[in-house]
């Protein structure tokens, strides 16, 4: 009962925020179910006494929407249940350092030792928009999407899927102003302030401007500037296609001050798509701020762009490939690599790896399952719980996936 008195607080609070007519109009519910299992092994070199780890999670995602030809809003209601045995349910993201309010609750069921079961909710979007004749004004809490990249894109400043995430279908909402210009047909300028929570102590609100417009038929230019979470930023980025081949290139020099550094995150990246339909990505990334060796590899969780997923990887270098295909007209097949280098003490180079494969199958117009497979090779955890690879002590998993619309 008490979660249901404050969704219903929340909802009554975001309309009432609304300009009185767009309420009136006629608005569109539409949802998705998912349901979810995972198992997994414990993390290579940890202390934990068990060899099988195990969760499950079932959600439920309200959408409620109503547009004009002047107005829009957008209502995201989450829901979902969680039980764990061994796999930690708290998980840092993003979106913590850019929201306001959180406007989310949870109910512990039940917690002992490792085992946890939760109720949670959340109002993930609520965001009202204003079209005016050449641009567009957004308030809200509002997904900011920015870049170019496969695997990793710099530009998403405000945070990025990570290249193994499998729910992609909604980036999380972050609480914003958000202001539109269209200079002409294919170009536009984007102006974001985002507010931190109003009890952080670590960061201020944040802003940014980025600047996209096409460069002859077949290439585009991106511009960022700004200072989110505290640090001063701008980057470049150019995507363009040669002799069937997709090529891209974006960047972003950060200026951190606390500790005082500055650093370079860049990705290239290459697309091809073989005649027998099959599709391959490649891309380099590079953070100059991240570990080169073993031995500070540790050192990197302590900084709030890791901890939240800002920047996904304790290491400086990744290589990323990627494969895809439609397998049957109702099955679609992908297979990601991610390897990374690092260093020992005694100066030699080991690489771990990732490796995931993903079969997605339809079953319907509204609805599929997905299997997910994920192993990893390099060296484990230390005796001290810290990590001496980029992906050695992951531990293997296997994932499945139900999801409807309605």
């Known amino acids: 009962m008490q979660i249901t008195t404050s969704i219903l607080v929340v909802l009554a609070t975001v309309l009432c925020c609304l300009p009185p007519a767009t309420v009136l109009y006629a608005a569109e519910l539409t949802g998705r179910v998912a349901l979810l299992g995972l198992l997994s092994e414990t ?32 209502l995201h209601l989450r829901a979902s249940r969680l039980q ?38 959340e109002i993930d979007r609520a965001v009202y928009q204003r079209h005016f004749s050449t641009s567009t004004l957004s308030i809200g809490r509002q997904p900011i999407d920015w870049g170019s990249g496969r695997f990793w894109q710099p530009f998403n400043v405000f945070g990025a899927f990570a290249p193994t995430d499998l729910d992609t279908d909604y980036k999380a909402g972050i609480d914003t102003l958000v202001y539109d210009w269209y200079p002409s047909p294919f170009s536009s300028l984007t102006a974001v302030y985002a507010f931190a929570p109003d009890d952080a102590d670590t960061h201020s609100n944040s802003a940014a401007l980025y600047y996209r417009q096409p460069a002859g ?14 640090n001063r930023l701008w980057g470049a980025s150019v995507e363009s296609e040669w002799s069937g081949v ?6 972003v020099f950060f200026d951190q001050p606390q500790p005082a550094q500055d650093g370079l995150l ?16 490649l891309e380099w990334y590079d953070n100059t701020l991240g570990s080169g060796s073993q031995s500070s590899l540790p050192q990197g969780h302590a900084s709030l762009l890791i901890q939240n997923g800002l ?11 990627g494969l895809s295909k439609d397998l049957t007209p109702l099955l679609h097949g992908s297979y990601t690599l991610l390897l990374s280098p690092l260093r020992d003490n005694q100066n030699e180079r080991h690489v771990s790896s990732l490796h995931q494969f993903n079969a997605l199958y339809s079953l319907s117009d509204e609805s599929d399952l997905l299997v997910s497979f994920q192993f990893t090779q390099g060296k484990g955890l230390n005796p001290s719980g810290q990590p001496q690879s980029e992906f050695g002590h992951q531990p293997a998993n296997i994932i499945l996936r139900w999801r409807l619309y309605f």
């Open 43 to 74: 993390p290579k070199g940890a202390t934990i006494n068990r060899d099988t780890l195990s969760a499950n999670q079932q959600s439920l995602r309200l959408m409620l929407a109503s547009n004009s030809e002047r107005d829009e809003w957008s």
């Open 84 to 121: 764990s045995n061994g796999v930690s349910a708290e998980r840092r993201t993003a979106r913590d350092l850019f929201r306001y309010r959180q406007l989310a609750g949870s109910v512990l069921e039940h917690a002992s030792n490792n085992h946890q079961a939760q109720l949670a909710y």
């Open 217 to 230: 038929e077949q290439s585009e230019i991106a511009l960022i500037v700004g200072e989110v979470v505290d």
């Open 246 to 251: 997709g090529w891209r290139v974006e960047g």
């Open 266 to 281: 860049w990705i290239a990246g290459l697309d091809y798509q073989f005649e027998n339909g099959t599709l391959l990505n």
């Open 311 to 321: 920047q996904q990887h304790l290491s400086r270098q990744v290589l990323g490939m």
